[in-house]
T-cell receptor, first 113, second 111 residues
Framework: NAGVTQTPKFQVLKTGQSMTLQCAQD?????MYWYRQDPGMGLRLIYY???????DKGEVPNGYNVSRLNKREFSLRLESAAPSQTSVYFC????????????FGDGTRLSIL | GESVGLHLPTLSVQEGDNSIINCAYS??????FIWYKQESGKGPQFIID?????DKRQGQRVTVLLNKTVKHLSLQIAATQPGDSAVYFC??????????FGSGTRLQVQP
């Protein structure tokens, strides 16, 4: 049972390039989330999808877009990458509702030059 | 806005001792709290959670205490082991919002 799988694990981009981070969960969870984590800091919510067909902005949505492709998959897109988006990105899922334990993937380490 | 905070950024303990990691929250309407452990290079791992209608909850070697009067949450780890070395985050849920995470406490276990 893989849980939450994120691809790629590492990526280097140039300023202005675009990229989509992929996330898939195999736990039949309804809710999915994207976070970023900067050095020495906690997790900041970018976007989330409480259920299939819905998406909502989190704390730091600017510069990002998301797509809930189906119940399993939730992607995060950077349309025009900026150095300030250098970070570790985590995807998470939870069974039902926002007041449930979230299960995390191991992250995508993204550097933008 | 209101946020979750932590008292100590780094906690160093001896192997075999008990560890206590603290977390202060400021939103009295928060109804659900959760602790995560994050090892280097990995995603956060769920440890234990507690709802606001409880004061205490125990797991395997871990206990979470919730004091709503002073808006304080703590994680107690019994007989701390080297494998417990990690960063620990608390998070809170309020209303219809997603979880809000604190900045984390690093636990260092000395042999």
């Amino acid at each position: 049972n893989a849980g939450v799988t994120q691809t790629p694990k590492f990526q280097v981009l140039k300023t202005g390039q675009s990229m989509t981070l992929q996330c898939a969960q195999d736990m039949n969870h309804n809710s999915m989330y994207w976070y970023r984590q900067d050095p020495g800091m906690g997790l900041r919510l970018i976007y989330y999808s409480a259920s299939e067909g819905t998406t909502d902005k989190g704390e730091v949505p600017n510069g990002y877009n998301v797509s809930r492709l189906n119940k399993r998959e939730f992607s995060l897109r950077l349309e025009s990458a900026a150095p300030s988006q250098t970070s570790v990105y985590f995807c998470a899922s939870s069974a039902q509702g926002l007041d449930q334990p979230q299960h995390f993937g191991d992250g995508t380490r993204l550097s933008i030059l | 806005g209101e946020s979750v905070g932590l008292h100590l950024p780094t906690l160093s303990v001896q192997e075999g001792d008990n560890s206590i990691i603290n977390c202060a929250y400021s939103n009295s309407a928060s109804d659900y709290f959760i602790w995560y452990k994050q090892e280097s290079g990995k995603g956060p791992q769920f440890i234990i959670d507690i709802r606001s209608n409880m004061d205490k909850r125990q797991g395997q070697r871990v206990t979470v205490l919730l004091n709503k009067t002073v808006k304080h949450l703590s994680l107690q780890i019994a007989a701390t082991q080297p494998g417990d070395s990690a960063v620990y985050f608390c998070a809170e849920h309020t209303g219809r919002r997603a979880l809000t995470f604190g900045s984390g406490t690093r636990l260092q276990v000395q042999p």
